[in-house]
C-alpha cells in the first residue's frame, strides 16, 4: 500500500508502528517530515508537505497513542 500525505491517519498508523514509545507531541516537524518521508510505503513527493499536514499527522498520531 502506497502512502501520501493525505493518508493521515495510515501515516499514523505507520509512525506508531515504527516509533512505538515515542510521544507525538515531543517530536519537531523537521523529525516528522523525516520520519514520514523514511516509511518504506511512502511515495509521494516530499516537498508537496505543509505544516497543516505535518500537525494532522501528529494530532492522528496522539488521538491514536492516547484513545
Do not use: C, R
Not at 509521494?44 to 500537525?55: I, M
Not at 494532522?56 to 498520531?61: D, E, G, K, L, S
Amino acid at each position: 500500500m502506497s502512502l501520501y500525505w493525505d493518508d493521515t491517519y495510515e501515516i499514523a498508523q505507520a509512525l506508531i508502528q515504527s516509533h512505538p514509545e515515542q510521544d507525538p507531541l515531543e517530536v519537531p516537524f523537521t523529525t516528522l517530515l523525516n520520519w514520514i518521508t523514511e516509511l518504506a510505503d511512502f511515495n509521494d513527493d516530499p516537498n508537496g508537505v505543509s505544516e497543516a499536514k505535518l500537525e494532522a499527522v501528529q494530532m492522528a498520531w496522539y488521538e491514536e497513542v492516547t484513545g
